[in-house]
């Protein structure tokens, strides 16, 4: 990923907003027509167009960067660019933003696009009982203002040198004030494409609306079939057959079969996500630091890359921050597999051996049992008796995750360290799925969100990664590769592909076209 300067981003709104007006600059070879059907893990029964729920990739494909926008967009190659914001800029202290946004701008209802929209939707993830993975970031605004019908501010707790970039998350969707019932059961957006139909856990549809504000810049496709496919093999021969022209997450299992079909592309791109087994650590014996650390020495790491990955990755080293990050600790001591200290550990927690279940499912990740058992046998030596539970694959993100001790779960990774650590650390998020304590690594959070010298955010943000590979709660063994793949009918003009998230950073349905 593009090294990003924060520092760029906080001297005026002017330059940001030359970048943001040029957007994605347009691509001559690229040509409208044609219905891209897609087909997708990561889809349940229990998905909705509301954004504060959105965690696995069918929904975010579908919402962000298809059928709605948000403020700011993460460009293909790391820059910051303007979605609905053209230009921002900020106090020197980082604690003032002020957003200038697009005029002429409307939902698929008719209803036009302001400042009134973008405070509804940011109030919706801080609303009485939402529950909102965006709600440590709109929480730490302590002020929302509308300065005219195309300009808002911001008022943070806390200089946040980060700011533009959190208006970028996919749950932080724009939904038009008075009507977000309406826009949530119907899909109304101000996206290049609107809802003809949507059957959730199974199917969407969507057609290009005729006028859009990024006409010539993306949007190349008259509609979209987004088909639900959760079952890996069934996915890539869906790829193989003809019956879609793209799929997420390669089964590594067949990739040798899919290469060797002349008709398919494979497209991988090194971002931050990272496979992990989080446990609650507000419950025992997750609650005892040596447990945790006995667990951490219990896996082969470098044995899951090479057979749940088969390559594609690298190992980690129980913190979510990855090696695309600015601030990637990459010379911290390795957590490596050894039995005598995990031994050492549970003696320490007063253990001979001990039992504990682990949930899993190939919906948390692609080959997640298969990596649970090899845990199982990894651990086994050191006394650790690991009774892997295989769970349904739908509704594991609402059955599973959050609720059992210990479970496997994935991360996209964030672009920015505040961004991931906020999402998933800080105490009392939503997505906190750890609910791990530790009063200097929260101290650190807010210490590295105000700071503006960049040295220093690199010592405090490594000091973090250490705590919590050491202490933390939950057991990162590996940042896997995204790898797709399409037909060769599609393309993106040998563009840079995005590696925030899956599929171009979920953006393939307004990056890429007909060959």
């Known amino acids: 990923m593009t090294q990003i300067s924060r520092r760029g981003l906080l001297k005026t709104g002017a330059a940001a907003g030359v970048l943001a007006a040029t957007g994605v600059p347009a691509q001559a070879q690229a040509k409208r027509g044609g219905r891209l059907r897609i087909g997708l893990a990561g889809a349940n029964t229990s ?29 293909a190659d790391g820059t910051l660019v303007g979605e609905l914001a053209e230009s921002w800029e900020a106090s020197a202290d980082a604690k003032t933003w002020t957003f200038n946004l ?3 701008v409307k939902f698929h209802n008719g209803k036009d696009f302001g400042a009134d929209d973008v405070l509804a939707s940011l109030n919706m993830h801080v609303a009485e009982g939402a529950k909102s993975a965006a709600k440590p970031i709109v929480s730490a605004i302590s002020e929302m203002k509308k300065l005219t019908d195309h300009q808002v501010q911001f008022t943070l707790a806390a200089g946040n040198a980060d700011f533009p970039f959190l208006m970028s998350d996919y749950h932080i969707l724009m939904f038009p004030a008075g009507q977000i019932e309406e826009a949530i059961a119907n899909g109304i957006g101000t996206g290049l494409y609107q809802v ?28 979209i ?18 019956q879609v022209e793209v799929v997420n997450r390669v089964d590594f299992k067949i990739e040798s079969l899919m290469k ?14 990272h496979y992990t087994f989080p446990m609650l650590t507000n419950l025992e014996p997750f609650s005892d630091v040596n447990v945790r650390k006995a667990l951490k020495h219990g896996i082969n790491r470098q044995e899951l890359v090479d057979k749940i990955l088969l390559g594609h990755g690298k190992i980690a080293n129980d913190h979510p921050i990855g090696p695309a990050n600015q601030y990637y600790h990459a010379d911290l001591e390795q957590n490596e597999y050894d039995l005598d200290k995990a031994k050492f550990h549970l003696k320490e927690a007063g253990l001979d051996s001990i039992n504990v279940a682990l949930s899993a499912s190939d919906a948390a990740f692609a080959g997640a049992v298969d990596a649970a058992q090899l845990y199982q046998a990894s651990a086994k030596g050191a006394g650790i008796n690991i009774d892997v539970v295989q769970e349904p694959a739908d509704g594991y993100w609402s059955n599973v995750w959050l609720k059992k001790p210990w479970c496997a779960c994935y991360w996209s990774g964030r672009a920015t360290e505040d961004w991931m650590f906020s999402t998933a650390y800080e105490t009392g998020v939503p997505w906190n799925d750890t609910s791990w304590e530790n009063a200097r690594f929260q101290e650190l959070l807010l210490l590295g969100r105000a700071e503006l010298d960049s040295a220093k955010r690199k010592d405090i943000y490594h000091e973090m990664q250490a705590i919590m590979s050491a202490e933390g709660g939950t057991v990162v ?11 060769t009918k599609v393309t993106n003009g040998g563009n840079p592909i995005g590696n925030l998230w899956q599929l171009d950073s979920s953006r393939i349905s307004e990056r890429w076209w007909f060959a």
């Not at 504060?52 to 403020?71: E, P, Q, W």
């Not at 088909?227 to 057959?241: E, F, K, P, Y």
């Not at 060797?260 to 996500?273: C, K, L, R, W």
Request: charged share 20%; glycine share 8%.
């Open 47 to 75: 998905d909705t167009w509301d954004g504060r729920t959105h965690s696995d990739s069918f929904m975010i494909n579908a919402a962000h960067g298809c059928v709605f926008d948000c403020l700011t967009e993460v460009a």
């Open 102 to 104: 697009r005029q002429g």
């Open 196 to 223: 003809e139909s949507f059957d959730p856990g199974v199917r969407l549809v969507v057609n290009r609306v005729s006028e859009h504000y990024k006409d010539g810049q993306a949007g190349w496709f008259d509609s």
């Open 225 to 242: 079939e987004m088909i639900a496919i959760n079952d890996a093999s069934a996915r890539m021969n869906a790829l193989m057959t003809g």
């Open 260 to 273: 060797a079909n002349p008709n398919v592309n494979i497209f991988e791109v090194t971002g931050n996500q």
């Open 477 to 487: 063994p590996m940042y896997a590769n995204y790898v797709d793949a399409h037909s």
